[in-house]
């Protein structure tokens, strides 16, 4: 009966030759996948035990482009990473699709995805189904995203196993 939350604020990145997705901790370098922890690995552990849900929130980009430029030296463009094939009833809410990038809010001290996930689940003390909160971050989200820097567009990826009822499942 347990549920589980996972929230990652930070920079993700692909591997080159595979374009499967990695998170870099702050303090691994983008030039070695030595230090990253793989998204399928993640999601792999998240779902070995049997959960009412598991959410995964992403205020990170994986294309390898970064706020200030390439992560990785050397690399003039972005790649889209690989999708991932979820199962169980793993949800989970990226902050950007393809190859965009995570944009910071300035005025508001957080990242553009994390505020608005934060300021609904204030407004709604977590009483929101899934499918509501996609919407709300996408709209909120992409049109903020235009105001402040290029297109940030949130996305969800969701299990196959629950691709029929996520929507209507809730945080609380």
Known sequence: ????????????????ASKDAYLLPVDG?????????????LY???????????????????????????LASGRGLSIEPNPEILHGNLIVFPATTGKQTAHPYDDKAHGLFTY?????????????????????????????????????????NVATEISETWKTMKLK
């Open 116 to 156: 608005f996930l934060l300021l609904k689940l204030q407004e709604t003390k977590g009483n929101v189904s899934f499918g509501e909160l996609a919407d709300y971050l996408n709209k909120q989200v992409s049109r903020t995203s235009l105001d402040i820097k290029n297109e940030q567009t949130p996305d969800v």
């Open 1 to 16: 009966e347990a549920s589980i939350i996972v929230y990652y604020a930070g920079h993700g990145m692909p591997d080159n």
């Open 29 to 41: 370098s983008s030039s070695s996948l030595g230090a990253a922890y793989s998204l399928k690995k």
């Open 44 to 70: 792999t552990e998240l779902t070995t035990y049997p959960t009412v849900k598991t959410l995964v929130f992403l205020d990170a980009c994986f294309s390898g482009d970064s706020r200030n430029g390439m």
